[in-house]
Each structure stands twice: as structure tokens, then as C-alpha cells.
């Protein structure tokens, strides 16, 4: 598993999207399906930002930090 993205996009996602997310899951109410949502997408933003692998980007074939991937 090769890191595909960038130290920023890594501390964006950590830093400011997951937060915001739990955020705003607490005002709509945990217990809501929109909040239960919104904790599923923290987690992933928070163990992406983490690992700095995103399975999204591989199917996007996208790469945050400016490399090409290689054609698969």
C-alpha cells in the first residue's frame, strides 16, 4: 500500500474535516442517522489522514502529492 496523499491533505482531513464533522454530528443529534453518518465519515477521514493511503484516490487514480500513479 503506497501513501497517496500529501502531508497537507493528510493534516486537512484530520485536523479540520473530522473534527468539523463530529461537530456538527453532535448539533444534529448522535443518535440521528445523519449523525451516525457523520461519525462513519470522521473515522475514515481520521484513519486515512493517519495511514495517508486513501482507497478513493486509488479508484480516482488520483495522488495528492503530485505523483502519477501507476497505470494499473
Given at each position: 500500500?503506497?501513501?497517496?496523499?500529501?502531508?497537507?491533505?493528510?493534516?486537512?482531513?484530520?485536523?479540520?474535516?473530522?473534527?468539523?464533522?463530529?461537530?456538527?454530528?453532535?448539533?444534529?443529534?448522535?443518535?440521528?442517522?445523519a449523525?451516525?453518518?457523520?461519525?462513519?465519515?470522521?473515522?475514515?477521514?481520521?484513519?486515512?489522514?493517519?495511514?495517508?493511503?486513501?482507497?478513493?484516490?486509488?479508484?480516482?487514480?488520483?495522488?495528492?502529492?503530485?505523483?502519477?500513479?501507476?497505470?494499473?
Amino acid at each position: 500500500m503506497r501513501k497517496n496523499m500529501s502531508t497537507f491533505d493528510r493534516r486537512l482531513r484530520a485536523f479540520l474535516v473530522a473534527p468539523l464533522a463530529i461537530l456538527i454530528a453532535f448539533v444534529i443529534g448522535i443518535g440521528s442517522v445523519a449523525g451516525v453518518l457523520l461519525l462513519v465519515v470522521a473515522a475514515i477521514m481520521i484513519a486515512t489522514g493517519a495511514v495517508g493511503f486513501c482507497p478513493l484516490y486509488v479508484l480516482l487514480h488520483f495522488d495528492s502529492r503530485g505523483h502519477r500513479p501507476l497505470p494499473h
